[in-house]
Every structure is written in structure tokens, then in C-alpha cells.
């Protein structure tokens, strides 16, 4: 950690005295870097005392293929390693936090729903572990509770958070991979790399408002120089992160990947090259509502913060179930208590009309891929979530989807896992099929992206609570973004390298 840093230091200094300043600089907010760091303490009003995490195995399919099933549900969960996710997730509104690849799932419960889980892993009945496999240990027990209090693993984050921001700017800015930080630091902290790197980053103020009327923001990350032709255009990629608020590390990462392309660039030969034949267009944080919220209330709010005015004065919208592209359909729900809520209609909310309407802008027809970051459970997802059937383009996008996952693992070793979304559980409204959906593919006259959605770190059976789920440890922000670059570097050139062609 100690080493990236010095050497990203060293990196900045470097990279700029490279840089030429082209472009004209437009900043966020009235200043930069003069801008204090946010220093009020976190003293959030939601708690989690005594709220547990607990592992559910969905039943051995093996074991009941002889039995008579004693209800539906049973016979469900038995047959499709994705219904467990699906009854816990939208029928019973609970809050998933991992799902694993047999079909097995992390909920956070308070005490309460406790015992009603248990009853229910009960009256669905014999609930078998499987004998002859090598997850018979952990089958044996269908019902196992991994942590029995998550609050005091959110007080040390906290603790640990206002030390950070006691800190003046420059020593934040110094070491702003050894933590997270709020959406105004991230702000003031983009305004300083545009400071440093005047031509090759390029900041948009505003892509659009929130319901609460923040700012989204977006930046454009590219060389100053072109190997391409005049008559052609630079290829380009879109990544945003945050669209869920308590997934931090996604943020983290998209943060990584923009200050390594910055620090790289005019030094080391493949970013040189790729930043000057690509150019990538990142919404750092989408979710800006839900993400203040997760520093302010709330640290483990998912949805954005749209009052929906019903009679309970329910609040917010799953985003990443509103986007206009086989809208609520399966694995998304219609009610406002769920995790997954898909919203009233398709892009009802304002920040998927704000990244849409931003997307589909004239500046942006030679976008070829896109990744939505999120946490978390360690995967590479690719189309479709709402349907079995294989994408048009599926042996490519599972060719690079599976580099990707090769790229990462050779960093740091970590197993991620490449497959269709559906094949982990359905999903409807996604970014990454909207990405790959009817909207982009017409608007590209034909032509498909390759649309991805990434789970970071920690996996989904690292105990659950091994990597702390979304509380994941700072030390794990460096080497994350580590393996991910790596990974999208690889990613870009093959995507630079293998266009999807128009399909009739
Ligand atoms: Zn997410």
C-alpha cells in the first residue's frame, strides 16, 4: 500500500509534466483542491444491534429426486438454483446480501425475522443435505447463522472513518486509496486530477439532477494524441459505479481505474496506447442520493432516495430494476418494501433518465462496451438477466467475459466467476441489458455493446462475513483495483479488437 502510493505519487508528477493543457478545464463546485475535505462525524440514526447474517443452502436436489415433494415451494427450490434467491429476495422482501453458485444465500435479518426464517427453512420441509459430494459438510446445515451482530463491524467504520476526515485535503488526496470517501471529497478530488491533467481528463459538472437535486457528474478520460485516421472516431466505453449506495468499493474502484489511466498515460506503453485510441466515459457515482444517505443514515441503503408518497411515506427505488429494458419482469418486485423495487414505471427515476439521456448523447456513437461496477460476491455477468436464451453476440461476450476473469485472477489470485446473468438469478431492468438492449442497439443503428455488470470483492463464500460483505476493508481497495484494471485494460483492447458486428 505504502509502495502505490509513493509510486502514484511519483506517477502524478511525472505524467503531468507530460501533459500539455488542451482543454478547457471546467471544475465542480466553486474551487479544488482549497476545497476542506467534509468533516462532520458520522453519527447515523439507523442500527443494526443484534441483526444478523445468515447462510441458507437450498435444498439437494439430488437427495429429493426420488421424494414426494410436500409443497411447491420445496419442489422449486429443489429443481432451479436460482429460487431460493428469488423467494427469499422478492417474495419474502428480505434483504440478500451474496448469492453463491449452488444457489446457496447470505440475508441480513433482524432478531425478529430470525426465528420466522427458521421456521420457514423448517415447513418446507425435509430439508436433506446431499451425502456424496464435497459440499455435503456445508448442506448438512441449511440454516447457519454466520454473524450474530453486524453493528459493532459498522461503528469500527465509522470510528475509523472520522479519523480519516480530520485530515487536511493534501493528505487525504495523498493517500485516497487507504479509505473511502463522501461524494463532495470525490468531487474535489476529480477537480484535482483535472488540475494535474488538463488534457486528458475532462469534467462534466452536471449529466442530470437527483430526486434530492444533486449534481451527477461524469468524466471523459483520453489521450491527447490519436493513432487513428481523421475520418475515424475514437472508440469509447462507459463505466459507472454506485448505483447501488452501500456498494463503496465499486466507487473505489471506478476511482482507481481513472487515476491509473491518468498517472499512466505517456508512461506506460499500453495505457499510453489505449487512452490514445479509446476514449472512456465514467459516471463515478450514480447513486448520489442513496450514497450521501449511506455516510448520513443509513450505511447499508441500496436504492435511491426518491419519496414515492404512498401512504407508509415509503422511500426509494431499486435502480438497477428501472431501467427501461424488459422492465418488471422476473427478478424485480412491485413493492416499495422490497430491496429489488423496480419502481412505478420503466426509468421512472431520475438518475437512470440522467445516465440514459447522457448515454445516448450524439457524443457517445462510438461507445462499444460498458460495465456497471458493483459488490458484491466476485463475478463478471453478461446478458441477459431477464431471459434464458443467449444473447446474439454470446460467444464473444463470453470469450471476453472470461478474460476478464482470467486478467483479474492473475493479479492477486482471486477466483471470480464468468457467467449470464440469469444463470446466477434472473433480473429485469438492468443497466448492463439496457446496455445490450433495444434502446442502444437501435440508437448504434444494429450494433451491440459488450455490456457487462462486475461484482468486486469479497466472494459470496468467504463466509459471508470473511471480507465483511460490503463493509469490505480498506486494505482490500488497492489490490481490488489492482486486479480490475489489469482486467479492463485487457478488456477494451479485445473489445478495440473484435467489434460486434450489426446483426440483421
Ligand atoms: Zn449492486
Redesign the pocket.
Known sequence: MVNYIRSAAVWLTAASAVSASVLPQVLLGPSSTDTPPTKQPITRTARFDQHKLVHISPPCAQTHSNAVYESAVLQKLSTEKTALYKTLAVDQRLDVWSVDQDGSVVVRVDPQQLQDLRDWVAAVGDWFPCTDDEEASVRSEPFRVLVDDIQPALNAESERLNKFSQLDVETQHAQWFSDYHRYDDIRTWYNSLAQQHPSLLQIIPSIGKTAENRDIFAVKITGNKTSLSSTDHKKQFWFHGL??AR?WI?GAVVQFISAHFLTGYGIDEAITTLLDSAEFVIVPVMNVDGYEYTWTNNRLW?KNRRPLNDFFGSVGVDL?RNWPEHWGEDGSSSSPYSEVYQGPSAGSEPEVQALRKFFLSPNHTSLIGAIDF??YSQLVLRPYGWTRKDAPDEHLLKQAGDGLRDRIKEVHGKKYVSEREIDLYAASGTASDWFYGKEVTKWLEGRHLYAYTI?LRPSANEGGWGGQGFILPPEQIVPTGQEIVKAVKWWAQFALDHPLKKKD
Open positions: 448505483q447501488h456498494e465499486g441500496r438497477n458493483h459488490a461484482e
